[in-house]
């Protein structure tokens, strides 16, 4: 699954002018017109379809329910575009870092009430990095029926599901002090890049 805000080199706390600099950017260095009578024509030709495609899912996604909003910030359980939390803005960034115990504290912190949409994400994201994959799945589809819009929850959910209906295994929720490529693991290698926030390495242990 491409990250559109990696196929556009930008982060995606980026605000709206940073991003759309970037994809003019690309636009101009991968433009057709640049390269008509070069061998590298049909290269140039699928990168700028590329760029295209990610920076129209960028658009999509901050109009509907999976972006940023202008100042980069997230919005409450990327309902309408990402949340403006604080708070959820500093679990994100300490899933990214590694910390996961210390996001799973952050996470326990956040008052039973105040536990929305993206609570459930990050949560699941957390049980996943921890191995615990049917508790983690469990957090997805509730992340999913609270915002059921959201393309990022969306990918989580389905990747989740579908690499363990795909293996005999199904998922495993304890360790076994190690692991030397479990078939859950072996099949949840893809599911690294399901969102940003888990530095593309959701589990620790492959």
């Known amino acids: 699954m491409t990250d559109p805000y990696k196929?556009?080199?930008?982060?995606?706390?980026?605000?709206?002018?940073?991003?759309?600099?970037?994809?003019?950017a690309l636009a101009r260095k991968y433009h057709p017109d640049k390269y008509r009578d070069s061998d590298l024509a049909d290269l140039a030709s699928e990168k700028m379809k590329e760029v295209n495609a990610a920076y129209e899912e960028i658009k999509q996604m901050r109009e509907t329910g999976g972006g940023r909003t202008q100042n980069g910030g997230y919005s409450g359980g990327y309902s309408g575009s990402y949340s403006q939390n604080p708070q959820y803005q500093q679990i994100r960034r300490t899933i990214h870092s590694g910390n996961i115990a210390q996001a799973e504290t952050l996470l326990n912190n956040v008052p039973v009430e105040e536990r929305n949409a993206e609570w459930f994400f990050l949560m699941g994201n957390v049980l996943l990095r921890k191995g615990n994959h049917v508790d983690a799945q469990h957090h997805f589809d509730?992340?999913?029926?609270?915002?059921?819009?959201?393309?990022?929850?969306?990918?989580?959910?389905?990747?989740?599901?579908?690499?363990?209906?795909?293996?005999?295994?199904?998922?495993?929720?304890t360790s076994r002090g190690g692991c030397s490529g479990c078939d859950v693991c072996s099949?949840?290698?893809c599911a690294d890049c399901c969102c940003e926030c888990c530095g593309g390495d959701l589990i620790s242990c492959c």
């Open 142 to 173: 509730t992340a999913c029926s609270m915002d059921p819009y959201n393309n990022e929850y969306r990918a989580a959910q389905e990747q989740l599901r579908r690499r363990a209906n795909g293996y005999g295994g199904g998922y495993q929720t």
């Open 187 to 189: 099949g949840l290698l």
């Open 7 to 24: 196929v556009l080199g930008v982060s995606p706390d980026a605000s709206d002018e940073e991003i759309k600099k970037a994809y003019r």
